[in-house]
């Protein structure tokens, strides 16, 4: 049958007319690359059988070239291009709400400080029922779908028909359109006992900026010490970076530089600008954390400027250049790499053989999150520190303090709750009904120092989950960790991204770790 089917083939390409040769249409003798290239798209315009999206071809191939590099050079399309920058760039327009699909209804978690709907006094837990007409509720409605009909050009309007909570009626709302400011700084919290911690989810172009707001008001507050969460941050602009390390590093010492074959070393060294040059400081980091973030932790473990606590990072060592193409596509290519202030480049390898995206999964297999002892990492060419400790490269940043993941967190039942939706469908229905009592606790402080799961939530919750199909029977320590999840899920649907981290941060291992090396109680 192989056989046949061979010499099939073979006979289908003679079919027609034997005694004619197939037509030249042209040669690829002394043709350079650039030009061949151009040939072949040409003749399957001309010549192939089905109709073809020539651009749509094209943006594939270009993909595809550019993938063969390295597994951070890629091409993005005019389509793409807009909603990859603005994170990066660090806004948007739109109305300016954080919002959250629930039951086919869109409830707005909290206006963006700043943003259109703020000041027009749109409140958490406002339903968005239709935007100009168009009905956002009770139809299958997706984010991609809210964001299309409430995003738009600056200036523009948009009339949103609203149901709030104590109203009979719905009611309609005229919003202009502006910019709606994308944070970096995801919560600036002050514990009690004076330790200032900033979680930062992205280096974007505003990130600086709002790092220094943040940490003047925690040092107006009082913080004795901070501790910089960069766990799950994968990274942004090199510069963001830069700018941050120089508000902990003294004058004059090497932040990060950067060599590449058609790239001339470049050197980046700190001002006499710091902020905090004196300030107790330790870093969080985990396999979440990237790019700039690794940036950052090298430059303050190299220098010796404080504790890197957590578990080894990603690995990105590459840097790319982004190049504008005149459609409105992009590319972003890599032109060098970055070394840490001891010499070390962090990129893990990649390449023929290797499969680069299957590298969580690999950590996980062979325990390296439980156990520092597992942890792979090229020690074949050893660095120092400015005091002279030993650090390593090729793969990521190790942290000078291994602190294992929670093992717990892989409970099927806790598995079950976080990826279906259920724990998040509770804690907004439970922050949704109670909102009137819970905001009378006045902050996210309070709440977390006065509010209980008790064990009639939990039962709640449990048969919640069952009528969502969640069967797993939990143990004591699953449901230990579902109350903590829970509470701080509702924290979240009342004070936003700060609520939710100030009630985790009472039992995360790796912050309290932290908190207590650098002189926290």
């Known amino acids: ?69 390295d597994p951070h050079s890629y091409y993005i399309s005019a389509a793409e291009l807009r909603a990859a920058q603005e994170p990066l760039e660090g806004s948007f327009e739109g109305i300016g709400v954080e919002f959250a699909i629930q039951r086919d209804t869109i409830v707005v978690v909290a206006p963006v400080e700043g943003g259109p709907s703020e000041a027009l006094g749109i409140r958490s837990g406002d339903r968005i029922l239709q935007a100009d007409s168009v009905p956002l509720a009770g139809v299958g409605i997706t984010n991609r779908e809210v964001m299309d009909n409430l995003r738009g050009p600056g200036g523009s309007e948009v009339k949103v028909t609203l149901l709030r909570p104590g109203r009979k009626a719905p009611f309609d709302v005229t919003i202009t359109r502006g910019k709606v400011p994308i944070t970096s700084v995801a919560a600036a919290i002050l514990t009690p006992d004076s330790t200032g911690y900033i979680k930062l989810v992205r280096f974007a172009r505003t990130t600086h900026e709002e790092f220094l707001q943040a940490a003047d008001d925690l040092l107006s507050r009082g913080m004795k010490r901070l501790v910089l969460d960069l766990r799950g941050n994968g990274g942004g602009y090199l510069n963001s970076a830069i700018d941050l390390a120089d508000e902990f590093l003294p004058e004059g010492r090497m932040i990060v530089y950067t060599e590449g074959r058609h790239s001339p070393r470049r050197d980046f060294r700190s001002s006499d600008r710091g902020l905090l040059e004196d300030m107790p400081l330790a870093v969080l980091i985990d396999e979440g954390s990237a790019s700039a973030s690794e940036i ?50 962090i990129q893990r390898p990649y390449g023929e053989g290797i499969d680069y995206l299957a590298d969580f999964e ?3 297999l062979h325990g390296e999150l439980v156990n520092k002892d597992s942890v792979h990492q090229d020690t074949s060419e050893v660095f120092t520190t400015l005091k002279g400790r030993k650090v390593y490269g090729g793969g990521g940043i190790m942290p000078d303090i291994f ?27 439970v922050a949704d009904r109670e909102r009137a009592a819970l905001e009378a606790f006045g902050s996210s402080g309070a709440f ?48 936003g991204s700060s609520g939710f981290y100030e009630v985790l941060l009472d039992d995360d291992p790796i912050f309290q770790r932290a908190r207590s090396e650098i002189g926290g109680a």
Request: glycine fraction near 10%.
């Open 403 to 429: 602190v294992a993941a929670d093992t717990a967190e892989g409970n099927a039942y806790l598995s079950a709750l976080f990826f279906s939706g259920v724990l998040n469908q509770f804690a907004f229905d």
């Open 448 to 495: 977390d120092a006065g509010f209980r799961v008790d064990q009639a939530l939990l039962e709640e919750l449990k048969r919640f989950a069952a009528g969502q199909g969640v069967r797993e029977e939990p143990s004591s320590e699953a449901l230990r960790l579902a109350a903590e999840r829970l509470k701080a899920g509702i924290a979240r649907n009342i004070w």
């Open 362 to 364: 690999d950590r996980f």
């Open 296 to 345: 950052l932790a090298g430059a303050v473990q190299d220098n010796d400027r404080g504790l890197v606590v957590g578990r080894r990072t990603f690995g990105k060592g590459l840097v790319q250049e982004h190049v504008d193409l005149p459609d409105q596509s992009a590319v972003r290519l890599t032109t060098a790499r970055y070394y840490t202030p001891s010499g070390r480049s």
């Open 1 to 69: 049958m192989a056989l046949m089917l061979v010499v099939g083939l073979f006979i289908g390409h003679g079919i027609g007319h034997p005694e004619r040769p197939l037509p030249v249409i042209f040669s690829t003798r002394g043709t350079s690359a650039n030009e061949k290239v151009g040939q072949v798209l040409d003749l399957i315009d001309r010549q192939y059988v089905d109709p073809v999206e020539k651009e749509a071809l094209v943006d594939e191939v270009l993909q595809d070239l550019l993938q063969q590099l």
